[in-house]
């Protein structure tokens, strides 16, 4: 073997045999588990697919997983949506020696406790909150709006605001990657700018853009502090029920089965979408 | 002005961004038990109240702890990831790169809910701080990747070699010429671990025994309405830690690309 | 006189499946400027490295001054290496980093300080010592890596493609300057380079590879003028190539007609002439050997020159030659026709 690459794999192997250890073989415990039942506290290791029957058609952990998948959908094109344009106007039209600033204070407040953020947030969307009482004095409204708290539009406001910075990075650093003289050949040939935009700084950004939406539509399906803090009784998510499962109700068995489905979800539309990019890619070419 | 509207609009944005941390002061300080507008009067109470509360400081023992340690283990594992990564090539490196990167987009529930299955129905070691660093290194781990990587990726590969050249031993020469040049990354990369592992919520509920760390502890008090106003104050302190950790963080990031002489891109990303 | 400073024999080196080098022997001499030419990808670069211990032959002896130097790590080697990025170590000074080699070595403080102060005068940064690396060009930073490697002393200096980052002005005057060095320090320069022009300049001998082996190894005079293969002769400077039939000790050229070479066994090939041994006659030029006619398809003016594209009278493709241009001497209109003058000694045949 190459010196370079028993060195190469001499190095790797303390952290790699750690994600073994600690991700790859738990997650293939949690698999396995899904298949035995449990009884309060004894475990049946007997191969069942009752969780999974149960997960599948039990209408409350049905309609808790399509919410589920719902929200995180609607939290993914929220939040990318809404950090384009900032990732747009700091990659175009920040200083470069300022650019590093804005990313700075983007990140700064998703580095900070998450809890507490998630508590300000129902602070500030309740019916004496906030933006109530703010856009109450200022004569906007008459009465509280309600539609803001407790329920699943407060899931998503909340759960945008938790992954803005996992948004705008990726796309950030895609328009970073775009060369400038690309836009001015646009432009020398006659398109206009917002057209220019269109044909060339949009399709250059996708690979950014795909990385935004699984950043950020994975990992929201296994959030459970946002939907308990905000979201009411309409707002809970799959996450909530799998932590029921384990800590409240003795079920981990059902609870790991629930976890699996989960995860299944996200990856086959993660897969999917991801198919779809590509495809939509191929057909260009 | 070119960009005007675009401008307005990311700084309307960054005010969404900031809205929870600039309010969150504001009620720290207000001598109202209610967090609500109109403010009332101005008050140290909350903060005076917790300096009486033993749970807290166990539990902020507890929190340090955790965090030092895993942000000790995270960057040293992310020492030889990075370093294999970006200066040695070898079979099977992209899948292994992507299973140790995986936590990042990972629901943390399915971490916390493996390891929890793990710890207690396969090991049966129970649940202490201990499980919490595991897991938590976890997480932190490709966090500190990422950050060394950009360290490494500055790096001239030939600079190692160079002080072999001229004499000094595989060892000496990390010493000598990469060590120092990646510290900035060593540094930024235990101050970023530690500060995700202080404000750890999701995973620690899971995993934590008899001993809560300042997240759990903080959840166990929102339940409480009256101690609501002691969380602000608390929730103040945290963040203001917070802030000048990553503050110091970002100055020894940009202290390293600057010192390898490198354009500088931004971001710990 | 003891034997030659660097001896490999059969020595190669692959990477998996790939053939990096093949089975290669070679002895370079004390006090050589000794080049290894080649394209890039040719395994010049392995070769050097492999003299430098940082590449483990595959198979074969590496000896320097008569030592195996199987086993042996670069750090114990006799010989030091100018990286071609440099590699200037960023956090360091200038004397830092040429004095970086000597922390094992027994000197005094005093003593280190003036060896590096030698060597920067040698490379001629006297008083640079205590500024910071960062804000050096290019020129300066290739200074204080050659100082940096030959505070040491090596028996042996190897370069890889030390110039190549350089423009084209600094890189000519730091050939002169690599020359100079070289026969100021005595000792032996390896240097690697894929700037044909540049090791015919510098070097005492070149080897010049391809596809990881040595096509030939000579002085830059044999090189250029005597090459053994096409290929060698393509890389090194510009050379003409026309078909050509070899008959009872004469060949029959196209364009050119025939000419006698004896000692040539019959068959088929090609000849190649220099553009600069050929001539486009004006009028009152002396009688050259040898006259073929033909049409100007082309012409390049370059100030001092003009190249002109010919093509030979039943002949296919066009041959260049190039003139310079003295003075009251005309530069000729494309369509023109040319009487071209050559001379059968400046022939070079390559047999199929």
Redesign the interface.
């Known amino acids: 073997m190459q010196d370079d690459t028993r060195r190469g794999l001499l190095l790797v192997s303390p952290p790699a045999i750690y994600a073994l250890l600690m991700l790859a073989a738990p997650m293939a415990a949690v698999l396995l588990f899904s298949f035995w039942s449990q009884d309060f506290l004894t475990i049946d290791r007997t191969f069942t697919t009752k969780n999974y029957v149960e997960a599948v058609s039990d209408p409350l952990y049905r309609a808790l997983l399509i919410r589920s998948v719902a929200i995180a959908l609607a939290v993914t094109v929220v939040t990318v949506a809404l950090a384009y344009p900032v990732a747009y106007f700091v990659s175009f039209h920040v200083h470069p020696s300022r650019k590093s600033l804005w990313i700075f204070l983007i990140t700064i407040p998703f580095w900070t406790s998450y809890l507490i953020r998630v508590f300000l947030w129902k602070v500030i969307l309740g019916f004496n909150g906030v933006l109530n009482s703010s856009l109450l004095g200022l004569g906007v409204i008459n009465e509280p709006l309600t539609f803001i708290l407790y329920n699943q539009n407060a899931v998503v406001i909340t759960l945008a605001h938790a992954f803005a910075p996992f948004a705008i990075l990726p796309i950030f650093v895609a328009l970073e990657r775009i060369d400038r003289s690309l836009l001015e050949a646009s432009q020398d040939l006659g398109e206009s700018r917002f057209r220019t935009f269109l044909r060339v700084t949009l399709p250059l950004s996708v690979p950014g853009l795909v990385a935004a939406v699984l950043i950020v539509f994975i990992p929201t399906i296994g959030d459970y502090v946002t939907p308990r803090l905000v979201g009411g009784p309409n707002g809970l998510m799959i996450a909530n029920m799998i932590q029921t499962q384990f800590l409240k109700l003795n079920n981990a068995p059902l609870g790991a089965a629930l976890a699996v489905v989960a995860m299944a979800s996200v990856t086959v539309i993660s897969l999917l979408f991801i198919w779809l990019n590509r495809r939509n890619l191929r057909a260009r070419r | 002005m070119k960009g005007g509207g675009l401008r307005l609009y990311a700084l309307i944005y960054l005010l969404f961004l900031y809205a929870p941390i600039i309010l969150l002061p504001l009620f720290a300080f207000n001598s109202s038990s209610i967090i609500a507008f109109p403010l009332q009067g101005f008050t140290t109470e909350w903060f005076a109240e917790l300096t009486g509360v033993e749970a807290l400081h166990g539990a902020l023992k507890n929190s340090l702890f955790v965090a030092v340690i895993t942000a000790v283990f995270s960057t040293c594992l992310g020492m030889f990831a990075a370093r294999a990564g970006v200066m040695h090539q070898f079979p099977g490196k992209g899948p292994i790169m992507g299973l140790i990167m995986l936590p990042l987009v990972l629901p943390e529930v399915i971490v916390a809910v493996s390891l929890l299955v793990v710890a207690i129905n396969v090991l049966g070691i129970g649940l202490s701080l201990w499980t919490i660093i595991a897991a938590h290194t976890l997480i932190c781990m490709p966090f500190s990747i990422a950050i060394l990587n950009s360290a490494f990726q500055n790096l001239d590969a030939s600079l190692e070699e160079a002080a072999v050249d001229l004499g000094e031993s595989r060892w000496s020469s990390f010493r000598l010429v990469t060590l120092p040049l990646v510290m900035p990354g060593i540094i930024a990369s235990t101050l970023i671990a530690f500060t995700i592992s202080l404000d750890e919520f999701i995973i620690a509920f899971f995993l934590t025994g008899g001993e809560p760390t300042l997240p759990v502890y903080i959840w166990s008090l929102l339940r409480f309405p009256q101690r609501v106003p002691v969380v602000m104050a608390l929730g103040t302190l945290l963040v203001a830690v917070s802030i000048l950790l990553l503050t110091i963080a970002e100055f020894y990031r940009r202290r390293g690309v600057r010192r390898s002489g490198q354009q500088d891109h931004g971001g710990f990303l | 006189m003891s034997g030659p400073i660097i001896s490999l024999t059969g020595v190669t080196k692959h ?2 499946s790939f053939q990096a080098l093949q089975p290669t022997d070679l002895d370079i001499q004390s006090g050589e400027f000794f080049s290894l030419l080649g394209p890039s990808g040719c395994g010049k670069t392995t070769l050097l490295r492999t003299i ?1 211990g ?1 590449e ?1 032959p595959s198979g074969g002896v590496v000896r320097i001054d008569g030592a195996d130097m199987a086993g042996v ?4 080697r006799p ?3 100018v ?3 440099y ?1 200037i ?3 360091l000074s200038v004397a830092e980093n040429v004095g ?2 000597l ?2 070595s027994t000197q005094s403080k005093a003593e280190k300080a003036a060896a590096v102060e030698e060597a920067l005068g040698m490379v001629g940064l006297e008083g640079y010592g205590p500024r910071p690396t ?1 804000a050096m060009s290019g020129g300066q930073r290739q200074r204080v890596a050659l100082a ?2 030959l505070i ?1 002393k090596p028996k042996v200096l190897l370069l890889d493609e030390p110039l190549s980052a350089l423009d084209k002005k600094l890189r000519e005057q730091m050939q002169g300057e690599l020359r100079r060095l070289q026969r100021q320090v005595g000792i032996t320069f390896i240097l690697v380079t894929h700037d044909q022009e540049e090791a015919l300049i510098m070097s005492d001998r070149i080897a010049v590879m391809f596809e990881g082996q040595i096509a030939q190894l000579a002085t830059p005079e044999a090189l250029y003028r005597q090459p053994d293969t096409r290929q060698v002769a393509d890389f090194i400077g510009v050379m003409n190539f026309l078909p050509a039939q070899f008959v009872d000790g004469s060949a029959e050229i196209a364009g050119l007609g025939r000419v006698d070479l004896p000692d040539n066994e019959d068959g088929s090939g090609v000849v190649g002439l220099r553009p600069e041994t050929l001539q486009v006659l004006y009028d009152g030029a002396d009688a050259p050997a040898r006259i073929a006619e033909g049409d100007v398809v082309e012409v390049t003016y370059y100030g001092d020159m003009t190249y002109y594209d010919v093509r030979f009278d039943g002949a296919d493709k066009p041959v260049t030659i190039s003139m310079k241009n003295l003075a009251g001497r005309a530069v000729l209109e494309r369509g023109a026709r040319a009487r071209v003058g050559w001379d059968p000694r400046a022939l070079v045949v390559f047999r199929d």
Do not use: V
């Not at chain 3, 790590?73 to 114990?76: A, G, L, S, V």
């Open positions: 990477y998996g430098a940082f483990t790590p670069p750090n114990r010989t030091n290496l990286f071609q990025s590699a170590f960023p956090h970086f080699g922390r094992r960062h940096r490697a040491l």
